[in-house]
């Protein structure tokens, strides 16, 4: 899941972080026997905490992506946090869904409860984006989302570390000035249950909960122990409170 020499959209990790960092495609995928496509959600940025350890959208982490079921080969991708930053991994299960329009065809789409607190909408043959449906009421990472383009607002392409609407951890930030990051890492609106949809009644159902998180960096991530295969700490060591509440 991370682009190597010579592929489409390397150098999204800087330097030689695209050798130590990782991308989990963890979770259940989704198959379209009719495209013989599998639309499968990944995971967060390793190290997950320090971002300025790893400046860059670092392509193809909080994302979904699109793969030719025979060959592997990805036929498009979608980020929703470029430079993620809070741990918004996007693994749950993705939904088909075949919406009417309003002439009469249908649109095939793609759609997921994301972590990070909004519900996407996407083409499914394409990737395009259609549109989100914010799930919680203290979103406060972002102060939205592009219309057109489906990016958080203070999104800046090719900028190294995004600031967005709270910074994430920052290497010798003080305990007393971490901001809280809404929503929570440990569940943000969804998390990685698995959702439901009824063709019926053209409802999908999820379970959700709120909160906010202080995340604060006590070790930087070490460059050269640094090891992603054991995940030693995912890179840095990090202090975390979470305030999280259940939502009806």
Request: charged content about 20%.
């Amino acid at each position: 899941m991370i682009p190597q020499p010579g592929e489409p959209n390397f150098g999204t990790w800087p330097g030689e972080t695209w050798r130590t960092g990782a991308v989990m495609p963890w979770g259940t995928a989704a198959f379209d026997p009719d495209s013989n496509t599998i639309y499968k959600g990944t995971g967060e940025p390793t190290p997950v905490y320090d971002p300025e350890f790893r400046p860059g959208d670092n392509l193809y982490s909080v994302s979904t992506v699109a793969l030719d079921a025979d060959t592997g080969k990805m036929k498009w991708y979608f980020q929703e946090s470029p430079n993620d930053q809070w741990d918004y991994d996007t693994t749950a299960a993705r939904i088909l869904i075949d919406i009417k329009q309003a002439d009469g065809s249908t649109r095939k789409v793609v759609s997921n409860w994301a972590r990070n607190g909004f519900f996407y909408n996407l083409d499914r043959a394409n990737g395009l984006f259609i549109n989100a449906i914010a799930q919680l009421d203290n979103i406060n990472w972002t102060k939205g989302l592009d219309p057109k383009t489906g990016k958080p607002v203070e999104y800046q392409p090719g900028k190294g570390l995004q600031t967005y609407g709270v910074a994430g951890p920052r290497r010798g930030r003080a305990e007393a000035d971490a901001p809280a990051v809404c929503a929570t890492w440990g569940g943000g609106a969804t998390g990685i249950w698995p959702a439901s949809y009824d063709p019926r009644t053209g409802i999908t159902y999820n379970t959700r909960t709120t909160g906010c998180t202080y995340q604060t960096i006590t070790t930087p991530t070490d460059p050269v122990n640094f090891n992603p295969i054991s995940r030693e700490g995912l890179g840095s060591v990090v202090k975390q409170v979470q305030v999280i509440r259940n939502l009806p």
